[in-house]
Each structure stands twice: as C-alpha cells, then as structure tokens.
C-alpha cells in the first residue's frame, strides 16, 4: 500500500492541481486515479496558460473555433470546459458514491473581475449553466467583493471553489459566506445540498518569510496558519449553527489545502502532504508533488483538532516581526495579481497561436 492510498483510507482526498488535454488522452489522469487514489482535480489560469502555452494538443481546437468566430474569453472557457468537463465524466462515479461531496473539478472565474461581485456573481451563474456538469465547482477568490459574491452564487445553487484564502479570518470569512447562502436558501424553501470548499494556500507563507526568520523558524510558518484554521474548520463542524444547516440536509464545506508544492528545494517535496494530513479534508498537489509523495512520502501522524502548536509558532513568528494580518493581505493581493498576469498572459497565448494556425494553414492550402 503506497502514501497515497494510506491517505485515502485515512479520509483526506487526494486530488491533482493540473490538467492538460494530453493527461486526459494519454490515460494518464485515469492511471493516477487507479494508481495514486486520485479523486478530483483543480485549475487555474496559469495551469491552462501552460498547457495552451506548452503544447500542440489544443491547436486543432483553436483552429476551428478560431473559424467559427470564437475568440478571447469565449474561447478559452470553450476549451477549458472541454478538458474539464471529460475529466468530470472520469470522477463522476466517485461523486455519485460519495453523494456529491468528492469526485470535483475545478474553474476559475476571470481573475479580472476579482473586486466587482456583482460581475463575479453573474460569470459563475453563466459558467455553471454553460457546462452543464454536476460536478464542476466554480472558483471564487476569497477577496473581500469575492465573499459577497460567494453568498450570492451558493443561494443561486452555484458550487463554489473559494479560492485565494490565506489566514484562519479570511478561511472564517468565506465559511460565514458560504452558511450564510445556504441559510437563505433555506429559509427560500430551496434545496440546501450546494457542495462547496475552502481552498488554503500555504507554501507561499513560508517562501515570503524564507530569507526574514531564523533557521529555526524556516519553513514553520505555512503549518502554523494551516493549523490554525483546521482548529477553527473542526469547531465550525461541531457547532450548534452549523448542525441545524446540517441537519436540514447541507454539506459541510471542506478545508482544501492548496499550494503544497515547496518552494525551497531543501525540504523533501512531500513536506507539506506530510504535515497536512487530516480527515475530511482535501489536498490538492502538482504532479512532481504526487509522483514524489507517493514513492518517498511516509505519514507521520494525523492533524491535531486543537491546532496542535500553531498559536505557539505563530506567536515565534510575531516576536520576529512578522505581522501575520498584514502578510495575509499582501499573499491575497499578489495571489489576485499572478492569476490576472497568467490570464492576461493566456488570453495572449490563445490570440497569437489562433493567428499563427489561422496563416500556415491558409499557406498551406494556397501552395
């Protein structure tokens, strides 16, 4: 039995922060499910600039859609709802086994619109119906206009995906959001069960503070916040509030750790899923990450429900000068900024490869 499969029984999904037309038709997603326990995956701009970027396997795609007078915005989300939507048929027997709560795929609303909500609200209502997937979340930053537009979009029936979220208040702020939808849609007679997660990001905590902290506390700082907010998950989860939502047939929003690459290349790659290891929670990891895991990672114990020594690291961290609030702040920003450059850079990439095919193959058959 590999790390992979010991943290599926363990209850934690496992799910692939990647997607690429050639992993879907080379088998290989499919492999990783039945190899590796793999059972959703997630995306974002800069996962589909590098796929669009990288490779030929989207050129007749852009090629003929570039002829039909599709192009921009319009043309990716035809193309990513393509891969994604095949990638949902291959979950969609985990979803239906698990009632809807595993078995998800992932995408982005336009990082452009990530301080208007009423934009935000309108895109991931347009999205969700243009796929027409029961498994496809729809990823919402958690910004400050994000967690009004995450309320709106659960009351409309919208999956979400929140995204962006760095500290225990921001995690607090889009659970509230995410209560908050389903309660009106309760009190509107709708039907409550609108699945929905809190994707944390962590390694970027410590790659801000690498080169500001002792050695002592190097690499501590990303654990510390996960612990943290997986104390405030579990409190949510057996809370008066939420067991009347429960009660009244809602699905628990679940705590997604995202960003659990390293970025020192002196911590093992596995460092991270090692470290986040916990029940009813999801970790979503780049295929290094997963490869590396699954032939070296070893599980060391489970996540303590209490937060283990978080408020004692963190509060190491503060005594060094770290001011943890402002930092979340500043990692949301640069997070909403590198999503707008990698769109940006992707709505470049799919213009200048639909022109470049649109003239060989208009060479091609002028020769």
């Known amino acids: 039995m590999n790390a992979t499969t010991r943290l599926h029984e363990l209850g934690q999904s496992l799910w692939l922060d990647n997607i690429t037309r050639d992993l879907l038709s080379s088998g290989t997603l499919k492999r990783y499910c039945t190899d590796f326990s793999v059972t959703g995956l997630t995306s974002n701009p800069t996962i589909f600039d590098e796929a669009i970027k990288n490779s030929t396997a989207y050129d007749e795609a852009l090629h003929r859609k570039d002829k039909e007078g599709q192009n921009g915005e319009q043309l990716f989300f035809k193309l990513a709802l393509e891969d994604l939507t095949e990638a949902a048929a291959l979950f969609r027997p985990v979803h239906e086994a698990t009632g809807?709560?595993?078995?998800?795929?992932?995408?982005?609303?336009?990082?452009?619109?990530?301080?208007?909500?009423?934009?935000?609200?309108?895109?991931?209502?347009?999205?969700?119906?243009?796929?027409?997937?029961?498994?496809?979340?729809?990823?919402?930053?958690?910004?400050?206009?994000?967690?009004?537009?995450?309320?709106e979009s659960i009351f409309a029936g919208v999956p979400v995906n929140v995204t962006l979220l760095f500290s225990c208040e921001q995690y607090i702020a889009a659970a509230d959001a995410y209560c908050r939808g389903i309660q009106r849609r309760i009190n509107a007679r709708l039907d409550p069960k609108i699945a929905s997660v809190a994707s944390i990001f962590v390694s970027r905590w410590d790659k801000a503070v690498m080169d500001k902290v002792s050695p002592a506390l190097r690499?501590?700082?990303?654990?510390?916040?996960?612990?943290?907010?997986?104390?405030?998950?579990?409190?949510?989860?057996?809370?008066?509030?939420?067991?009347?939502?429960?009660?009244?047939?809602?699905?628990?929003?679940?705590?997604?750790?995202?960003?659990?690459?390293?970025?020192?290349?002196?911590?093992?790659?596995?460092?991270?899923?090692?470290?986040?290891?916990?029940?009813?929670?999801?970790?979503?990891?780049?295929?290094?990450?997963?490869?590396?895991?699954?032939?070296?990672?070893?599980?060391?114990?489970?996540?303590?429900?209490?937060?283990?020594?978080?408020?004692?690291?963190?509060?190491?961290?503060?005594?060094?000068?770290?001011?943890?609030?402002?930092?979340?702040?500043?990692l949301q920003l640069e997070g909403a900024q590198s999503f707008t450059k990698s769109w940006n850079d992707l709505m470049a990439v799919i213009a200048s490869k639909s022109e470049q095919l649109h003239r060989s193959r208009g060479s091609a058959l002028g020769s």
Not at 268 to 294: C, D, G, M, R
């Open 100 to 151: 809807g709560i595993d078995g998800w795929v992932s995408l982005e609303v336009s990082p452009l619109l990530a301080n208007d909500a009423g934009a935000t609200v309108e895109a991931a209502k347009r999205l969700h119906k243009q796929a027409r997937c029961s498994n496809l979340f729809i990823k919402i930053p958690g910004t400050r206009a994000g967690v009004e537009a995450i309320e």
């Open 219 to 330: 690499n501590r700082l990303g654990i510390a916040i996960s612990g943290q907010v997986y104390k405030a998950y579990r409190e949510r989860l057996a809370s008066t509030g939420w067991r009347k939502l429960a009660d009244a047939g809602a699905l628990s929003q679940r705590l997604l750790w995202a960003s659990t690459g390293t970025k020192d290349p002196q911590l093992p790659q596995s460092y991270y899923i090692e470290a986040l290891a916990a029940p009813a929670t999801i970790n979503t990891v780049p295929e290094k990450t997963l490869h590396a895991f699954s032939k070296e990672g070893v599980l060391r114990g489970i996540m303590r429900e209490d937060g283990g020594d978080s408020e004692t690291v963190l509060a190491g961290f503060a005594k060094a000068g770290v001011d943890i609030q402002a930092l979340a702040a500043q």
